[in-house]
T-cell receptor
Framework: DAMVIQNPRYQVTQFGKPVTLSCSQTLNHNVMYWYQQKSSQAPKLLFHYYDKDFNNEADTPDNFQSRRPNTSFCFLDIRSPGLGDAAMYLC???????????FGSGTQLSVL | QKEVEQNSGPLSVPEGAIASLNCTYSDRGSQSFFWYRQYSGKSPELIMSIYSNGDKEDGRFTAQLNKASQYVSLLIRDSQPSDSATYLCAVNAGGGADGLTFGKGTHLIIQP
């Protein structure tokens, strides 16, 4: 089945230790998104790629970076995680111009 | 700033009754409206979309939109324990999914 896959499902890192979350998709969608969702909060868009074009949200901290080496894969790098970065990180995809999001299962990040 | 407001709940409804979930939004230019269901620790799943004033029915779910009042609601008939989840309202002013604004969600509990 075509899908969006996130690894790992749970990630524990130490304060200040760089961490990378990964996302892959078999839907061949142009657009890939990274959302951050804290407990009982709305998903917050961090950035998205339209093909290779990177679009950063204005209030996304510099601590968060992303890479999209090809259509299928997208990575979220957190350079120096703080306690406030503990959250569920959701990867999603969509066709260009479509409002329908296809979410991965998410990565729950804990920072110790 | 575009805002989407939802009562966080929990909203407790007896099994078999109608659950009514409400959402208001601030951007009068909003064109597209979505309801996502999110089980605890899981990613959001799209269950309804609505674009025109009035009602849209899909199985046990009915979405209602009133653009003049900037109000969208979701009714769940014959509520089942499996409907217990957080329901996120999302609103878009057009274009792709990067314009979606999510609410914080309403936590719904269906009591057996």
């Amino acid at each position: 089945d075509a899908m969006v896959i996130q690894n790992p499902r749970y990630q524990v890192t130490q304060f200040g230790k760089p961490v990378t979350l990964s996302c892959s998709q078999t839907l061949n969608h142009n657009v890939m998104y990274w959302y951050q969702q804290k407990s009982s909060q709305a998903p917050k868009l961090l950035f998205h790629y339209y093909d290779k074009d990177f679009n950063n949200e204005a209030d996304t901290p510099d601590n968060f970076q992303s890479r999209r080496p090809n259509t299928s894969f997208c990575f979220l790098d957190i350079r120096s995680p703080g306690l406030g970065d503990a959250a569920m990180y959701l990867c999603a995809t969509s066709r260009a111009g479509s409002e329908k999001l296809f979410f991965g299962s998410g990565t729950q990040l804990s920072v110790l | 700033q575009k805002e989407v407001e939802q009562n966080s709940g929990p909203l407790s409804v007896p099994e078999g009754a109608i659950a009514s979930l409400n959402c208001t939004y601030s951007d009068r230019g909003s064109q597209s409206f979505f309801w996502y269901r999110q089980y605890s620790g899981k990613s959001p799943e799209l269950i309804m979309s609505i674009y025109s004033n009035g009602d849209k029915e899909d199985g046990r779910f009915t979405a209602q939109l009133n653009k003049a009042s900037q109000y969208v609601s979701l009714l769940i008939r014959d509520s089942q324990p499996s409907d217990s989840a957080t329901y996120l309202c999302a609103v878009n002013a057009g274009g792709g999914a990067d314009g979606l604004t999510f609410g914080k969600g309403t936590h719904l509990i269906i009591q057996p």
